[in-house]
């Protein structure tokens, strides 16, 4: 098993949503991804580095910080 890494995204509405899934689908490596509405978090497992899935997410229009609560600016 990879990297677990998870972040902190807006899942403001199933459109937010639908494109993140997208992205992240993408991404070479990944073994599993989770998005959770209620808490605004996403989960990817994978041969991946946090970077590389918040640069995913930001190329896409999303803002995304560590689940530890480290702000990553854009």
């Not at 899942?11 to 993140?20: A, S, T, V």
């Not at 073994?31 to 946090?50: D, H, R």
């Amino acid at each position: 098993m990879g990297n677990v890494v998870e972040l902190k995204v807006g899942l403001h509405c199933e459109e937010c949503i639908k494109k993140i899934l997208k992205a992240i689908k993408k991404m070479d490596d990944i073994e599993t991804y989770n998005v959770e509405t209620q808490l605004n978090k996403v989960t990817v497992t994978g041969n991946i580095t946090t970077e590389e899935v918040i640069r995913v997410l930001q190329k896409i229009g999303k803002s995304a910080s560590t689940w530890e609560g480290d702000e990553i600016s854009c």
